[in-house]
């Protein structure tokens, strides 16, 4: 069965530093999301992407924060300068058509740490 | 976004049916009622979503009441591995993008 993949599972950086987080999308996906939980707390959309280009984006999307599709399969998520309150999971998800009417198929995650 | 209430918890035991209600006062005409579930440490995962209509599929029931102002996802016959915490999630926007509440956690006893 297909599935979302994203790499890395653990990465921890310094405050300040940048990171680039990873994800694989199901191959014949159109839609792709970035969603982050806080450690005990709800998760909380981030962004959306569809026609390679932002959809919608959340409050905690500030100017820190891109995405990018650089090739085909991958759908990237970077973090400029890092600070500790982004200390979180991060989940991506990719949909065949759109969220409304269709499933989302979240990735395992990418567990972020700050220090 | 429209507001949800669910339970905070709820117990059921093995094999017996679960359902799990979520109160959507709030939701507009044209939203779909989507629920996921999230096993612990892992992210969230597709459940079952509909419009009006009850639906099924194979992991489990969704019945939407008819002034669409609540709905109940059903598990004919929770398991161990049903154990998560379930999400209710009105959702607008060809987007689709998941506005996440608390949810219910459920726990299944043996």
């Known amino acids: 069965e297909p599935e979302v993949t994203q790499t890395p599972s653990h990465q921890v950086t310094q405050m300040g530093q940048e990171v680039i987080l990873r994800c694989v999308p199901i191959?014949?996906?159109?839609?792709f999301y970035w969603y982050r939980q806080i450690l005990g707390q709800k998760v909380e959309f981030l962004v959306s992407?569809?026609?390679?280009?932002?959809?919608?984006k959340s409050e905690i999307f500030d100017d820190q924060f891109s995405v990018e599709r650089p090739d085909g399969s991958n759908f990237t998520l970077k973090i400029r300068s890092t600070k500790l309150e982004d200390s979180a999971m991060y989940f991506c998800?990719?949909?065949?058509?759109?969220?409304?009417?269709?499933?989302?198929?979240f990735g395992p995650g990418t567990r972020l740490t700050v220090l | 976004d429209a507001k949800t209430t669910q339970p905070n918890s709820m117990e059921s035991n093995e094999e017996e049916p679960v359902h799990l209600p979520c109160n959507h006062s709030?939701?507009?005409?044209?939203?779909?009622i989507h629920w996921y579930r999230q096993l612990p440490s892992q992210g969230p995962e597709y459940v079952i979503h509909?419009?009006?209509s009850n639906v099924n599929n194979r992991m489990a029931s969704l019945a939407i009441a008819e002034d669409r102002k609540s709905s109940t996802l059903i598990l004919h016959r929770a398991t161990l591995r049903d154990a998560a915490v379930y999400y209710c999630?009105?959702?607008?926007?060809?987007?689709?993008?998941?506005?996440f509440g608390k949810g219910t956690k459920l726990s299944v006893k043996p």
């Open positions: 998800a990719s949909s065949a058509a759109g969220g409304l009417y269709n499933e989302q198929f």
């Open positions: 191959s014949n996906h159109l839609y």
């Open positions: 992407f569809y026609n390679n280009e932002i959809s919608e």
């Open positions: 709030t939701i507009s005409g044209t939203d779909y």
């Open positions: 509909g419009l009006t």
């Open positions: 999630i009105p959702v607008r926007g060809s987007q689709g993008n998941l506005i």
